[in-house]
Nanobody
Framework: QVQLVEAGGGLVQAGGSLRLSCAAS????????MGWYRQGPGKQRELVAA???????NYANSVKGRFAISRDYAKNTVYLQMNSLKPEDTAVYYC?????????????WGQGTQVTVSS
């Protein structure tokens, strides 16, 4: 059984910063990618940032230059540093990991953490 446990959400004023973390635990043989998605009120879930096992990163255009994703390979943990936050960044942020624990390759999701940016 694999679990993704997120931490770091909260309430912040516009222009402020938050750092999210997501730790993967359980039977993990290889992690292909880890990333963050978000779902704002009345919106579809969207990719925010992702990092693959080779270290390449991908960002949504709306967060480029403000957010930075990083990964601690030894701890199976991914971080999202969010700077210059805007009210439109308000959403539930979900951690995602594509990994293998044996046979097969599967997607896992965290429980979500609320980020609220006040104007």
């Amino acid at each position: 059984q694999v679990q993704l446990v997120e931490a770091g959400g909260g309430l912040v004023q516009a222009g402020g910063s938050l750092r999210l973390s997501c730790a993967a635990s359980g039977r993990i043989l290889h992690i292909y990618s880890m990333g963050w998605y978000r779902q704002g009120p009345g919106k579809q879930r969207e990719l925010v940032a992702a990092i693959i096992s080779g270290g390449a990163t991908n960002y949504a255009n709306s967060v480029k230059g403000r957010f930075a994703i990083s990964r601690d390979y030894a701890k199976n943990t991914v971080y999202l540093q969010m700077n210059s936050l805007k009210p439109e960044d308000t959403a539930v942020y979900y951690c995602n990991a594509e990994l293998s624990g044996g046979a097969g390759r599967y997607n896992y999701w965290g429980q979500g953490t609320q980020v609220t940016v006040s104007s």
